[in-house]
């Protein structure tokens, strides 16, 4: 009896120790003491309505959220994984793909939110639009094609090597951006919504033409300072060109192929990721240094423009990744800004 009577207790306080972790305290037919993982049941309600929209009985401890969006896109196949968030809070963050169930703080019962995010669409395809757009409708505005300027102009080419030298910058820059998506950058991201795309190619699309626009057209009159002026410009497109490609090639680096890992970057042996000292987001500086050297080289109003919006949207992205490097990482360099040394 009082053999029975221990066995009971130590069943009960293990089990109890051992509350945190979904298993099941057994005792088998010699007697001995077994654990045998318990499993979850899943219930997904609307983010929105809080109605339940899936239950899922049995589901393993281990189980990622990636898995858990594969097993309610069965019972709800519009909603395929990419399009869905699951959320423990109504209104909180997504949880991430890779997420496991048994680590969440969930009861044995969980109970997560679901929003939908709308088509998706690769971030492949998206930067590929982008880029083409820019490309294609400047050489139309460098060709003078029909219907742009007036008719005698049709075809004709200008007598100013300042355009030509434009033209032959903006195509590269495009094109380096192209083949940087294609074979560069490791996204951790495989879509966004589709919706962004249009609004994407509305910025880069509409730029692209006003820039090309004036750039290209008869009456345009080169920079002020003539050649020294163009060479200057010339350099710091370059150079800052150079540098982009150095930053996405270190960034690259960072993350093993297929593997959504982030670490913080650190200057490698080539001189143009030394900038990683003072800056969390060289590779935004090394872009606004082109378009300022573009800006200079032409000295196009527009250009100026393209170039401030442009800032500004990097320095607002910047400033969020700057913060997430700080929140993620403790030992994050103190010295760096998010664009600007020492400044922004
Ligand atoms: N002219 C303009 O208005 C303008 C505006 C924005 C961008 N751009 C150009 O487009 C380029 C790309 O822009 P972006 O916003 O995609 O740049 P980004 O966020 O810095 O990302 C570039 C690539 O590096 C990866 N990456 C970034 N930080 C990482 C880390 N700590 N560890 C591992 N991988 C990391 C990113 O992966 P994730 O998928 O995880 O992010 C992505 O594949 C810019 O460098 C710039 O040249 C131009």
Redesign the pocket.
Known sequence: MLIGWFRRVVIHTTARSLEVFPSVIEVDQKGLLTTKMKHYEVEILDAKTKEKLCFLDKVEPNATIGEIKSMFHRTHPQWYPARQSIRLDPKGKSLKDEDVLQHLPVGTTATFYFRDLGAQISWVTVFLTEYTGPLVIYLLFYFRVPFIYAPKYDFTTSKHWVVHLACMCHSFHYVK?LLETLFV?????GTMPLRNIFKNCTYYWGFAAWMAYYINHPLYTPPIYGEQQIRLALILFLFCQIG?FSI?IA??N??PPGSK???I?YPTKNPFTWIFLLVS?P??TY?LGS?LGFTLMTQCLPVAFFTLV?FI??TV?AKG?HRSYLKEFRDYPPLRSPILPFVL
Request: aromatic share 16%.
């Open positions: 951006r950058h490791r996204f951790s991201h982009n996405h960034l690259r960072l993350r890992t982030r670490k970057p987001c590779n935004y872009e378009w442009g949207q990097m992205w990744k």
